[in-house]
């Protein structure tokens, strides 16, 4: 059972425009959310995160966006550049319910940018 | 400051074996955290460790276990190998538990199970 969907397994945008990375929960527990980037032969490295207190949270050009009520999350990358070429992988959890921090993971989305 | 390193990054086994992976985490962080990545799951939750204790548990199999020592360096070991256990394991390492902590990924080894 996929708690934490990315139902696009690979994005190819063009250099410059805005990179757009959906993420769909179906758990009402999860009240935490991270975005994470991965690059081949590498581990992932922490993006951005939001909290369900929140609908929209901003660092630099990638920008989250909560929507609670679809559970649905996205992960906007303004403008895309090379170096973004990546996998990007959606993570969940129960922040607040202590014992339960685990992170719950997308199946991840491969970003191509164009040059 | 040195990343997370896991040792080693490359292993291939054959089924029935039993293997044991590393995972040393950044100096000064005392959570170490598994996770298996394959093509079709994504990442899974394996385990957490904290100050030598196991905080938390995913949905695997008693097969798979850990512990993690006193300097805080961690090891995974898997059992009785199967061809389905062959994927890329993550550790990842933060300052204290709880999700509000920045966890920081090795590279992984990559398993292969023949």
């Known amino acids: 059972d996929q708690q934490v969907k990315q139902n696009s397994p690979s994005l190819s945008v063009q250099e410059g425009r805005i990179s757009i990375l959906n993420c769909d929960y179906t758990n009402s527990m999860f009240d935490y959310f991270l975005w994470y980037k991965k690059y081949p032969a590498e581990g992932p490295t922490f993006l951005i995160s939001i909290s369900s207190i929140k609908d929209k949270n901003e660092d630099g050009r990638f920008t989250v966006f909560l929507n609670k009520s679809a559970k649905h999350l996205s992960l906007h990358i303004v403008p895309s550049q090379p170096g973004d070429s990546a996998v990007y992988f959606c993570a969940a959890s129960g922040a607040s319910n202590f014992g339960n921090e685990k992170l719950t993971f997308g199946t991840g989305t491969r970003l191509t940018i164009i040059p | 400051k040195a990343g997370v390193t896991q040792t080693p990054r490359y292993l291939i086994k054959t089924r029935g074996q039993q293997v044991t992976l590393s995972c040393s985490p950044i100096s000064g962080h005392r959570s170490v955290s598994w996770y298996q990545q394959t093509p079709g799951q994504g990442l899974q939750f394996l385990f957490e460790?904290?100050?030598?204790?196991?905080?938390n548990k995913g949905n695997f199999p008693g097969r798979f276990s850990g512990r993690q020592f006193s300097n805080s360096r961690s090891e995974m070991n898997v059992s009785t190998l199967e061809l389905g256990d062959s994927a890329l394991y993550l550790c990842?390492?933060?300052?204290?538990?709880?999700?509000?902590?920045?966890?920081?990924f090795g590279p992984g080894t990559r398993l292969t199970v023949t």
């Open positions: 990842a390492s933060s300052l204290g538990t709880g999700i509000t902590y920045e966890q920081y």
């Open positions: 460790y904290f100050s030598e204790t196991q905080r």
